[in-house]
């Protein structure tokens, strides 16, 4: 089971170990993102981070994302989801520029190979 939840709150709570984990689920089984039901999230920044990482996955995986992600808001503020970027300024400088469209799109700042895993 896909716990997009769980993945929004450990990318607002900079827990990359724990989202990359919870990140291996869905790629292994790409076709459900597809079809992944809109979670029941009533916090906006949860809600905006869980479609981004939705549609991140998908953009990876070469599927569309599913129609729920389109009625998601983005952020009013730009948000960076490294913690080291706010002591590195090149890689926030990285973050601001390079971030994957998904990411940036709503408004959240992170490295071009976020979640990409080797």
């Keep these: 089971m896909i716990q997009i939840r769980e993945m929004a709150k450990a ?5 990359a170990l724990r989202l990359r984990q919870l990140a291996q689920e869905p790629l292994a089984d790409a076709g459900a993102l597809g079809t992944l039901e809109s979670p029941l999230i009533s916090d906006a920044l949860e809600a905006a981070a869980a479609a981004s990482l939705v549609e991140l996955l998908c ?38 520029k390079e971030s994957p469209p998904p990411m ?15």
């Design 104 to 118: 940036m799109r709503r408004g959240f700042l992170a490295p071009p190979d976020f979640l990409t895993f080797a």
């Design 59 to 96: 953009l990876r995986a070469g599927i569309a994302p599913p129609a729920w992600t389109d009625q998601v808001p983005a952020l009013p503020e730009p948000r960076i989801v490294v913690a080291a970027a706010a002591t590195f300024p090149r890689l926030r400088a990285l973050c601001e």
């Design 11 to 15: 990318l607002l709570g900079f827990e």
